[in-house]
């Protein structure tokens, strides 16, 4: 079987070599590199072009948000998995917005990284329970008895569905309209139509409302150590 490639960019050597030691444990998983600041980051990505980066948001030189910008602008395949102990609502827009698949935060354990690290590889989005609950309550809204409802929003086309689950996913223009063999210029186009009827005028939201309804399935961390 395939190992999956990862590298992981953190500025403490006792998390990076902690990290290592459990990955390797999994056996489905090669770590190929350790960063050790955000520029870094960026170059070993290049340079070693992994499967997926576990990348901490709070690094010297480069923080981790646009280490995740760099990386996937020159690699838009390679899959950013954010392990932080940063989880506040701005942290959380703003490292969706990067295009990150995951966000973990950093009481999470080993084997529920190395879960996450699978589950991105596989096409999926993989958030801690607290992350989670913050993106789907943003779509919730009390209805008249009182209970909870999604909001709803109607009328999205079969390939605006599509759209919006790639972007949900993290990937770029180029990269989505090479898969659905359209013209970067029409993608633009349906993600302003997607804006435009959702009321959503950003990415990170356009990936929460993506999660809510359910258009990706978002595998959700079960345990907390």
């Keep these: 079987m395939k190992q999956i490639k990862t590298l992981l960019a953190d500025d403490h050597t006792i998390v990076r070599e902690g990290l290592r030691a459990l990955l390797v444990a999994d056996g489905g998983i090669e770590v190929v590199g350790e960063a050790r600041n955000g520029r870094e980051a960026v170059e070993m990505a290049i340079a070693l072009r992994p499967d997926v980066v576990v990348m901490d948001i709070a690094m010297p030189l480069l923080n981790g948000l646009e280490a995740t910008k ?21 942290y959380i827009d703003r490292v969706i917005a990067v295009g990150a698949v995951g966000f973990l935060i950093k009481q999470t354990s080993a084997q ?4 996450a690290i699978h589950e991105v590889v596989a096409g999926k989005t993989f958030y801690s329970p607290q992350v989670a609950k913050r993106l789907q309550d943003h ?3 009390p209805d008249r008895a009182g209970g909870l409802m999604i909001k709803k929003a109607t009328g999205l086309t079969a390939r605006e569905l599509e759209v919006i689950q790639l972007v949900a996913e993290g990937q770029a223009n180029k990269q989505m309209a090479a898969g659905l063999k359209i013209s970067i210029k029409t993608v633009e186009k349906h993600r302003q139509h997607l804006m435009d009827k959702l009321n959503i005028h950003d990415t990170a939201g356009l990936t929460r409302y993506a999660i809510a309804r359910g258009i990706i399935e978002s595998s959700v961390q079960v345990t907390i150590v």
């Design 112 to 115: 529920i990284l190395a879960r």
């Design 70 to 90: 760099q990386v996937l602008t020159a690699l838009p395949g390679t899959k950013v998995l954010i392990l932080s102990a940063h989880s506040d609502d701005a």
């Design 139 to 141: 779509y919730q809204a």
